[in-house]
């Protein structure tokens, strides 16, 4: 693959991060590798073991990320080929209670064999002391999905690494140009790259990051042995999308603000955050450990009904249950189990015109 892109800024890295050196007469941008059985003599052997396409992609995001990055189909894949990968029958785990539902749903019903003691802890905590006591992995998710609540990386690495726990950091709603979870002193990251990493809302995939070698190649292992694996189309895909991070999460990040400069003083919205927000109760926390702001943003209607008639009455903003697209959406999250209100909306602002966007939700609103 080519140089490493150590010394170069953001908007570089995701343009050319992972991308194979300049050859006279072949492409200026490689398609995707289609392979099963590959000739033999070669590095590569049979596609479910390895890829040119994966490695490509791994290379750039790892470059992001501070680490081994090793590539998975979904964001579910990657936690769950992280957690088989990690934990043993008795352990003990720290999850977000206000994380991602998914991930309590998988330890709750497909971890069940493991007799796994699981503590569940707010991200903002409180995180009392001895909660590190015996525990195997803690799972932090800042800023979490939904609410957006932020939780101090760096301190509880200190004090689970202290406890023999190893700390992992769902980095979803950042992205790894937001927040690198590895340079605060957690030892893996993980993510769905779903969505703002690929960003055009047309694929799954998954990444988990880390910088002990030992640990990337059991999840290699785990990888290659269950059949996990990304398609390669999916892949080269998100590799060619990737080089528009810098720029979409900077256009998102600039719609976030100025709506919720808008909805903090509309009468219909109550419980809005955003850790961009100076008002933000997460803003000076935030601002300390991530490098920039993210689109997504959270904020509470009267009921399921106003919800409604918000997106009814929007011509931009559409329902849809993921974030980090080209396009603005609104999810409900009560509808899917997330403990929150009826009229509770995670709100991912998209690329469009700031002007328009906010012209158009003001009006939806009423």
Not at 242 to 249: E, I, K, P, Q, W
Not at 272 to 287: F, K, S, T, V, Y
Not at 318 to 334: C, E, I, K, P, W
Request: glycine share 12%.
């Amino acid at each position: 693959m080519g140089t490493p892109m150590a010394d170069y800024g953001d908007g570089t890295r995701c343009v050319h991060g992972g991308q194979a050196a300049p050859e006279p007469g072949a492409p200026l941008s490689h398609g995707p590798v289609f392979a099963a059985p590959y000739h033999l003599g070669g590095g590569d052997f049979y596609g479910r073991a390895g890829n040119p396409g994966w490695r490509g992609l791994e290379e750039a995001i790892g470059e992001l990320d501070g680490g081994r990055c090793v590539l998975l189909p979904s964001g579910m894949a990657a936690i769950s080929t992280l957690l088989r990968s990690v934990l043993r029958a008795g352990d003990a785990l720290i999850l977000p209670s206000d994380g991602y539902y998914a991930t309590r749903e998988l330890v709750r019903d497909e971890f069940a064999e493991l007799s796994l003691d699981v503590r569940e802890i707010p991200t903002a905590g409180p995180w009392e002391d001895g909660v590190f006591d015996g525990v195997r992995l803690v799972l932090l998710e800042t800023p979490s999905n939904p609410g957006l609540d932020v939780c101090d990386i760096a301190a509880l690495a200190e004090r689970a690494h202290a406890a023999g726990a190893l700390v992992a950091v769902d980095n979803t709603t950042a992205t790894p140009i937001g927040q690198r979870p590895l340079e605060l002193g957690a030892d893996i990251v993980v993510a769905s790259d779903t969505k703002a990493l690929a960003g055009h809302s047309d694929l799954l995939m998954g990444h988990v990051s880390v910088r002990d070698e030992e640990l990337a190649e059991r999840l290699v292992r785990a990888r290659t042995l269950s059949g996990s694996i990304p398609g390669p189309f999916e892949t080269w895909l998100v590799h060619r999308s990737m080089a528009t991070l810098d720029l979409r999460l900077a256009r998102q990040a600039e719609n976030a603000a100025a709506l919720a400069e808008v909805l903090r003083e509309h009468p219909a919205v109550s419980g809005l955050r955003w850790p961009g927000m100076a008002a933000d109760p997460a803003h000076e926390l935030a601002g300390r450990q991530m490098r920039r702001w993210g689109g997504v943003l959270r904020f509470e209607l009267a009921d399921a009904g106003a919800v409604e008639e918000f997106v009814r009455r929007s011509r931009l903003v559409v329902a849809a249950t993921s974030f980090g697209g080209l396009h603005t959406t609104a999810d409900r999250r009560a509808q899917w189990g997330d403990p929150v209100p009826e009229g509770f909306v995670r709100l991912s602002a998209g690329c469009e015109d700031t002007a328009d966007l906010v012209a158009d939700v003001v009006q939806a609103l009423g």
